[in-house]
């Protein structure tokens, strides 16, 4: 219980703001190098949905540089709770998926799923204490269900461990999008 309470009480702490920017920060830099070849072999008009997680990190990093100044916005607050939270779940449950068809889960596939964990948990704990308006957060659930379309219906989904996990990733992606966008509304206020 100290563990959890001392997790809760992270986004009260002004002097863990610069650390958690500065892993967010490398963390949204892996994550477009992760992607490199993919963004290379994609139009430039697709980019805006293509490298889902590291755009998610980078919004979630402004959303905490803002909070770290005194400022908040809303749009960025409502975008970065869904991706991170959407994201941060998916990865994991489509490598484990795939590690336990395969019968191998290797070292990228852990450190993938255990850093995306770990962007959920981030998110859920700000949201906890910086829950942006439902207004930004029904716009940020369409955005994210234009993405899930443009992900399975044109193929700019993350490269799939195997062309058999599509189905699957795109129930999860759609599922993710549900369930990020009830659990941000859940603590959302009604103010505009």
Known sequence: MPLLKALVEIPRHRSLFLPLIMVNILG???GFYWYRHQLQATPWYY???VPDSPLAVLLFT????????GRR????????YLAMLKYGLWTPLVLVQAGVAAGNFDFESLHLSLSH???ALEAALFLHHYPPPRYYVWRAFLWFLF????DYFHATHPTLPAPQFRTYAAVVALGNTILSHVVVLGFSNKQI
């Open 117 to 119: 964990l770990g962007m």
């Open 47 to 49: 980019w805006p949905v």
């Open 62 to 69: 402004l959303v905490l540089v803002n909070i770290y100044r």
């Open 28 to 30: 949204a830099v892996y």
């Open 147 to 150: 993405n899930d379309y443009m």
């Open 73 to 80: 916005n809303h749009w960025l607050e409502a975008f970065g």
